[in-house]
């Protein structure tokens, strides 16, 4: 199975998965929340609705490494730590902290600062491992994509430095941070265990540390537990496990700004989901910003 996640002709095949799944959370979170009935400014429920998708997914990928007879393999006990930092880093606190921020900044910001975690990360990464050096191209196709992104959310007149909060744009720059560094650690990680079991392991820990957040803050109200919110909550812990457990392969295989750069695809193919699914305004700049998002993906991979 690792063969399909090294061979570079199903690079980007799977890496468009991750970024369509990824895409298709954000208004399925919507939805959880209208259904559930999570008030925008409960904190408490936010988390705890983030902390069982990623608790309940680590399940399923550990379940999946279970029925493939997949260990863990780790060649150092010592190296448990590790495991326990990702699960820290690339669940928890990144998690945690999206789900503050979006509580307190427009959608527009949110997305354009969140999209930056995945420029962060190429630039750590081009820094850290010898097997990916930055290059001009790597910088244009980073420049295109983050300007895809900006073109989706930015409106003629529209000015979006007010009202500039530390809760706000703080806690998603943070976001965007660990974002980064999670993928650092998982490079490492890899080199150190099997990464589909450690990626089980990290969401599951990194869920039960969301939850237990969520309980000391406690939620605002009752949910309101119906079959549709069930299921919207269950297609979610799925795009959870399935695009982890694939994007973190991916990243243990092939250098990490051949992979990261697909994340600009998330905000710009979230927002047509969003139009479609919840009858959003659909424009025709989305589009024009695909295609940007697109030509920089093919400059970071071109060889």
């Known amino acids: 199975m690792e063969k399909i996640f090294q061979d570079n002709r199903y690079k980007t095949l799977l890496a468009v998965i991750c970024s369509v ?4 959370a954000y208004p399925f979170i919507k939805l ?7 008030a925008s400014d409960d904190l408490g429920g936010k988390i705890l609705f983030g902390g069982l998708r990623f608790f309940l997914a680590g399940i ?15 060649k150092n006990r010592n190296d448990l730590w590790w495991l326990f930092l990702l699960a820290l880093v690339n669940t928890a606190l990144h998690y945690t902290f999206a789900y503050i921020g979006l509580g307190y900044n427009s959608s527009a910001r949110s997305t354009i ?14 820094m850290i491992f010898p097997d990916d050096t930055m290059t001009i191209r790597k910088i244009i196709g980073c420049l ?12 003629p007149g529209e000015d979006l430095f007010t009202d500039v909060t530390f809760r706000g744009d703080g806690m998603i720059l943070l976001n965007a941070a660990f974002s980064a560094l999670g993928g650092i650690i998982t490079r490492i990680v890899s080199k150190k265990m099997n990464i589909m079991m450690a990626t089980g392991q990290s969401m599951m820990i990194g869920g039960a540390m969301m939850i237990t957040t969520a309980l000391v803050i406690g939620p605002s ?6 079959i549709q919110g069930l299921l919207i909550l269950l297609v979610l812990i799925l795009i959870s496990a399935v695009c982890f457990g694939i994007y973190n392969e991916l990243l243990a295989w092939h250098p990490i700004s051949e992979i990261a750069i697909y994340n600009a695809l998330i905000p710009v193919l979230g927002v047509i989901f969003a139009a479609l699914i919840l009858n959003e305004e659909l424009k025709w700049q989305y589009f024009l910003s695909v295609l940007m998002v697109a030509a920089g993906i093919y400059l970071v991979n071109r060889k």
């Open 32 to 38: 959880g929340y209208q259904t559930f009935q999570i």
């Open 21 to 24: 799944g990824w895409s298709l």
């Open 113 to 126: 600062l969140d999209s930056l975690g995945g420029f962060i990360l190429i630039f750590l990464s081009a």
């Open 144 to 155: 295109l994509g983050l300007a895809g992104i900006i073109m989706i959310n930015v409106h």
């Open 221 to 226: 109200r009752p949910w309101v537990i119906t």
């Open 60 to 74: 399923f990928v550990m379940l999946f490494c279970a029925f493939r007879k997949i260990g863990l393999e780790i």
